[in-house]
């Protein structure tokens, strides 16, 4: 059981750290949020009102945690 839990707990940390990745690389210029223009850069499928709801602070940008609940 003890073995199980640090394998659930690993791979939950691996995911994190891959979606923290993506948002790395969807963030083009490095400044800490992914605006539409590279969320749509990155997702070619998004739709205006998928980024806006996603948007919780509503300020144009998405923020990593804002960006993780985008994907899933």
Same mark, same amino acid.
Do not use: H, R
């Given at each position: 059981m003890k073995k199980f839990l640090a394998i659930v707990l690993a791979t939950g %940390?691996?995911?994190t /750290?891959? +979606?923290a990745a *993506? %948002?790395?690389a969807v963030d083009a210029d490095q400044n800490g !949020?992914? !605006?539409?223009e590279e969320a749509? /850069?990155?997702m070619p499928d998004m739709a205006d009102d998928a980024f806006k709801a996603a948007d919780? *602070?509503?300020n144009g940008? +998405?923020?990593?945690d804002?960006?993780?609940a985008i994907q899933g």
């Open positions: %940390f691996a995911s /750290a891959a +979606l *993506d %948002f790395t !949020s992914v !605006s539409m749509k /850069a990155a919780g *602070d509503q940008e +998405l923020s990593a804002e960006w993780a």
